[in-house]
């Protein structure tokens, strides 16, 4: 019997029944062959030893594919743990997935894992990968399943089995003598694993309830060439040298005080004066682009967040309700803390009715909102849980939809470049068809809305990907992820499409025909939160801000007392321009406060000596190259200005 298989390239081939993909790939090239580590057989991953037994559609996979890194990433986690009970026998195994960057295995181990015992982890792991192991996927029924777990003394697989529906089949996988729970797919043997590094060790606990008792997490990952984990490696250590929490407190630009609260931010005098540039920068592009600013409160009654959808679609991430009647019993009602500001801006549009006339409205608001985040998801001021979002909300016309998105992408691609973000990866944020509950129910409304904002970004021509399931409840959403200066990605700019609030608002507006008709909602942040950005931008600059953006612009380094009233009369010029500007008139020797300036990451010195004061003139330090270059004060002004107002 002879199957037809469809290949990626749209070609299809004839193989023979029960062929497995590895011999489909091997037919295709020997040298794809040697990549494969696995296949995507109509939609989905599988084993490359699948048999094919029906005409389908068939995509080798590489670890150039997500898919590809996830398969051997989540095979280096079965690795990690047949190392882990070789060395500790009496160890007992939770959970062990493939993440972004690699894989973790969840332990129950009387032994507290060290650094040490991540070598000798480590070093079993690559004795395992050495023998080159076959992977061999074998199923048993329900009571078959449990008996095997709870005979190998490994109760926590015997409870995620007795949690599986039934009738479904439950698959293991064996490699050697080591055998795990798991539904696949994996590498068809451990030889395929060329490189592998244990990363740290952690608390977890059981299932990410604190109920549970506390495992031990350990981290790693894995690759197919040692010249790739290389490469991590020393992006890794490069990421921890940028990382914003060190950088915030060597800088001290900000803090996090858990006698406050975990997840709020204080922001310190440096880093205010940063967020102050990025407003007045962000308010004045937005006057610029028609919008309107507008202020709302901080707490709202619960009607609000039951009529538009919140408290059924977002209740685990809002705070618990405010009871008024503990207060004040003429008040019997709830207030929440608001999520999101969408809602004041909604009630704002109905306070009166509209006329097509006024349509677009752009209303922005730079809103502080409260999110209850996990404490184990916080992550300094990347993951946070009060922040403030460079919100805004246009409502239109169908008419003009169209319009409005495109202008909000052009203000996207401006505002990124001018905080250094040449590159964007864009992503078109759509429903997950297999689980529909998570999102409003208008079948129609969804269609119509994921068409037309793929239809956008296909007539100009950018590049993207879809995120399936990364819709919000309301609405599908174009997403601009900004790439850093290690190459890595940062949500900021969405620009969402909301058809549900309109109607459960019912916000009308009237037409040319005199009728009264829906209007179209979009919700649209560039930055994402004042928060996330300025952590993000801490990073992507190492914590060495542009001109316009640094908390002290210029320093003023004298060289001996008797400078100190030519340093004085430069700061005062300096003032009167404009520039943040500090005076370093201690007694010091002059290379220690060039040291202490450039660690401050200072953007310009200006170092005043005898020579510089009796020629009136300065001498300027570029933190960038280091190089010193004397100017008269006027020409040093125009420079510096220069960069400010361009932002360069």
Known sequence: MVIRVTLKNGISIEVPFSTTCA??????????????????????????????SAD???????????AGKKVLRHTAAHVLAQAVKNLYPQVKLAIGPAIETGFY???????????????????????????????????????????????SNEPYKAELIRELPDGQPITFYRQGDFVDLCAGPHLPNTGRIKAVKLISCTGAYWRGNSNNKMLQRIYGTAFTKQSELDSYLTALEEAKKRDHRKIGKELDLFSIDEYIGPGLILWHPKLSVVREEIELYWRKEHRRRGYEYIYTPHIGQSNLWETSGHLDHFAEGMYPAMKMAAKDEAENTRYY?????????????????????????????????????????????????????DDAHIVCTEDQFVDEVNNVLDFALAINKAFGYDKLNVYLSVRDL???????????????AESTLE?????????????IGGAKFYGPAIDLKAVDAMGREW?????????????????????????????????????????????????HYAGAFPVWLAPVQVKILAISERNHEYANKVLKTLRKSDIRVELDDRSEKIGYKIREAQLGKVPYMLILGDKEQNENVVAVRDRKNGE?????????????????????
């Not at 409205?361 to 849980?385: D, N, Q, T």
Request: proline letters at 3%; aromatic letters at 8%.
């Open 23 to 52: 011999e489909i790939a091997k037919q295709i090239s020997s040298g794809l062959a040697k990549e494969a580590l696995a296949a995507e057989f109509d939609g989905k991953v599988v084993d490359l030893t699948t048999t094919i």
């Open 56 to 66: 389908c559609s068939l995509r080798v996979v590489t670890f150039d594919d997500e």
């Open 105 to 151: 295995y969840d332990f129950d181990s009387e032994v507290s894992f060290s650094a040490d015992d991540l070598g000798k982890i480590e070093n079993e792991m690559k004795r395992i990968i050495k023998q080159n192991l076959a992977l061999e996927r074998f199923v048993l029924n329900r009571a078959e399943a449990i008996q095997f777990a709870e005979q």
């Open 337 to 389: 803390v608001k999520p999101m500001s969408c809602p004041f801006h909604v009630r704002m549009y109905k306070t009166r009715p509209r006329s097509y006339r006024e349509l677009p409205i752009r209303w922005c608001e730079l809103g502080s909102v409260y999110r209850f985040e996990k404490s184990g998801a916080l992550h300094g001021m990347l993951r946070v849980r009060g922040f403030t979002q």
């Open 434 to 448: 297999q689980d529909k509950e998570k999102f409003i129910d208008n079948e129609p409304v969804w269609q119509l």
């Open 455 to 467: 239809k956008i970004l296909g007539d100009r021509g950018i590049e993207f990907k879809k995120d």
């Open 491 to 539: 949500q900021g700019t969405t620009i969402q499409l909301d058809m549900n609030l309109p109607e459960r608002f019912g916000m009308t507006y009237v037409g040319s025909d005199g009728k009264e008709h829906t209007p179209i909602m979009l919700h649209r942040t560039l930055l994402g939160s004042m928060e996330r950005f300025v952590g993000t931008l801490i990073e």
């Open 628 to 648: 010193t270059k004397t100017m008269s004060m006027e020409a040093f002004l125009a420079l510096i200005d220069d960069e400010i107002v361009n932002k360069k």
